[in-house]
């Protein structure tokens, strides 16, 4: 019998075993433009996202394939992170020692563009404060769940994958 993923037994996907599943783009890359991070380590019948994709950047080899993203073709649409049923796709863009991390945001409410906000690991631990640099509601979005950008220090880029909105 085949070993159980640790992203399995932990319920997270740590970046290690992410790396296992996907070749990060380079530094290059991240600071040219948004990139999108396909974090979807099952081998599903699914593929929204490659659907979706405006410049076939999203590659899957057969439906139950996991999606590859071309980078060099990657336009920052987002599209694909708002159609992923599973939460599943990010994107990451350095800007000097700051990183903007867009994420579905599935909790209420839903932060406003400026406000600041805890972020949270991939655990779920507060790890800093960073700022909401731009929102698509659930209204505006290609699926059911918000998506938020979120400006954070870069060494958090890889780690942060969620946000609390504190409110007095
Ligand atoms: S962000 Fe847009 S262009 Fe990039 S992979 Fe996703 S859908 Fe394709
Ligand atoms: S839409 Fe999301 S869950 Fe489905 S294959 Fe693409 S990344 Fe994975």
């Known amino acids: 019998m085949s070993e159980i993923p640790q992203y399995l037994k932990e319920g997270f996907l740590s970046v290690e075993e992410l790396k296992e599943y996907v070749k990060l783009p380079d530094e290059d890359r991240l600071r040219q433009r948004p990139v999108a991070i396909p974090e979807c380590p099952q081998e599903i019948p ?3 996202c490659a659907e979706i994709c405006p410049t076939n950047a999203v590659l ?9 993203v071309e980078y060099e073709k990657c336009i920052g649409c987002s599209l694909c992170v708002q159609i ?3 939460l599943a796709f990010f994107m990451v863009h350095y800007i000097g020692e700051k990183a903007r991390v867009t994420m579905p ?8 563009v400026g ?32 998506i938020i950008t979120v400006e954070m220090p870069r060494e958090l880029a890889w ?5 609390k909105v504190v409110r007095e």
Do not use: F, Q
Not at 105 to 112: F, Q
Not at 159 to 163: F, N
């Open 46 to 48: 699914c593929t929204p």
């Open 60 to 68: 899957m080899e057969h439906p139950n394939a996991l999606p590859v």
């Open 115 to 146: 406000e600041e906000v805890i972020l949270l690991s991939r655990v779920g631990e507060e790890v800093g404060k960073g700022k909401v640099v731009t929102v698509i509601p659930r209204e505006k979005s290609k699926g059911d769940t918000p």
């Open 159 to 163: 780690d942060v994958r969620a946000v």
């Open 105 to 112: 945001h599935e909790i209420l409410p839903v932060p406003k």
């Open 84 to 86: 992923c049923p599973g």
